[in-house]
């Protein structure tokens, strides 16, 4: 198991910028696929992009893509979600989530480890 802390969210004006990280404990982060979910009350965690062990393959939902960039780095144990360009849908708790398979998941029940999570509101 990896333990993860995401930090960075906050309060932001629709159109603007916030960058949010994922920091990872132990020897194995490397190895594991990293993605980014979030949520609001009432509704089911949603997915909103995953970067393979190595970053070289990213994936994105559609309501997020040319807006997000999930990136990592793997020597800092560390795993990034810049976001350009918020709108007031973005409005929600965002988790960080680690995963054992090789093949990134769009699936919340496909990760294993999972961080506290951290509120991110985009005002209009």
């Known amino acids: 198991q990896v333990q993860l802390v995401e930090s960075g969210g906050g309060l932001v004006q629709a159109g603007g910028s916030l960058r949010l990280s994922c920091a990872g404990s132990g020897r194995t982060f490397s190895r594991y696929v990293m993605g980014w979910f979030r949520q609001t009350p009432g509704k089911e965690r949603e997915f909103v992009a995953a970067?393979?062990?190595?970053?070289?393959?990213?994936s994105y939902a559609d309501s997020v893509k040319g807006r997000l960039t999930i990136s990592r780095d793997n020597a800092k144990n560390t795993m990034y979600l810049q976001m350009n360009t918020l709108k007031p849908e973005d409005t929600a708790v965002y988790y960080c989530a680690a995963d054992s398979a090789v093949v990134p998941s769009t699936r919340p029940s496909a990760y294993d480890c999972w961080g506290q999570g951290t509120q991110v509101t985009v005002s209009s």
């Open positions: 970067i393979s062990s190595s970053g070289g393959i990213r």
